[in-house]
């Protein structure tokens, strides 16, 4: 299975700042990687998928970028409904995996 | 917009098994795959299975094949998934998602790709004696 690592696995940020979280392949999966965003008791939210697109209805100030096998998701604006825990997703090989998630918490 | 709904919380003791319903409302999931994922608690996203509700063709993780069956009732555009010979290590949150089939072209290429973009509210399974 292709391993997922996220970095870092915690942040601490304040309304305003610039968010940069990154995700690793363990092997190459090219643009086959999704961004999801995740709130205390609620089920995951698409964010952005096949690395740089944004899923319909989500706010521009979120974009995805990708390096080789390294991903990043930023976030140019931290707003306050921002705060939650941010997990990527590779779709190039069955079984889809998923990383360890990054919690953006408030500074 | 289709929404997927799920049963409510189950506590169930260890060796027993536990069934999770997920039910589409507003729109028709014929024709889309259901996937299911789990969250233990601290630990990361999980895939556990698909099932096209079209043609019925399922595929397991390795890690859960014998152990777990979904099944789906097109009549009442549900999906179920069934976890038998629970351990403690099975408490989670589980989620149904439906699979968003992507098409896209990058650099003169064209790609087909896939991503989770409804998910159900989630259930949490307990495994206590």
């Known amino acids: 299975d292709i391993e997922m690592t996220q970095s870092p696995s915690s942040l601490s940020a304040s309304v305003g700042d610039k968010v940069t979280i990154t995700c690793r392949a363990s092997q190459t999966i090219t643009r086959y990687l999704n961004w999801y965003q995740q709130k205390p008791g609620k089920a995951p939210k698409l964010l952005i998928y096949a690395a740089s697109n944004l899923q319909s209805g989500v706010p521009s100030r979120f974009s995805g970028s990708v390096s080789g096998t390294d991903f990043t998701l930023t976030i140019s604006s931290l707003q306050p409904e921002d705060f939650a825990t941010y997990h990527c997703q590779q779709s190039y090989s069955p079984p889809p995996t998923f990383g360890q998630g990054t919690k953006v918490e408030v500074k | 917009q289709v929404q997927l709904v799920q049963s409510g919380a189950e506590v169930q003791k260890p060796g027993a098994s536990v069934k999770v319903s997920c039910e589409a409302s507003g729109d028709t999931f014929i024709g889309y795959t259901i996937h299911w994922v789990r969250q233990a608690p601290g630990q990361r996203l999980e895939w556990m299975g698909w099932?096209?509700?079209?043609?019925?063709?399922?595929k397991y993780s390795e890690k859960f094949q014998g152990r777990v069956t979904i099944t789906r009732d097109t009549s009442a555009s549900a999906v179920y998934m069934e976890v038998g010979s629970l351990r403690s290590e099975d408490t989670a949150v589980y989620y149904c998602?439906?699979?968003?089939?992507?098409?896209?072209?990058?650099?003169?290429?064209?790609?087909?790709?896939?991503?989770?973009?409804?998910w159900g509210q989630g259930t949490m399974v307990t495994v206590s004696s």
């Open positions: 099932i096209n509700t079209g043609n019925g063709n399922i």
């Open positions: 998602a439906r699979e968003m089939p992507i098409e896209y072209v990058w650099a003169t290429n064209r790609y087909l790709d896939d991503a989770f973009d409804i």
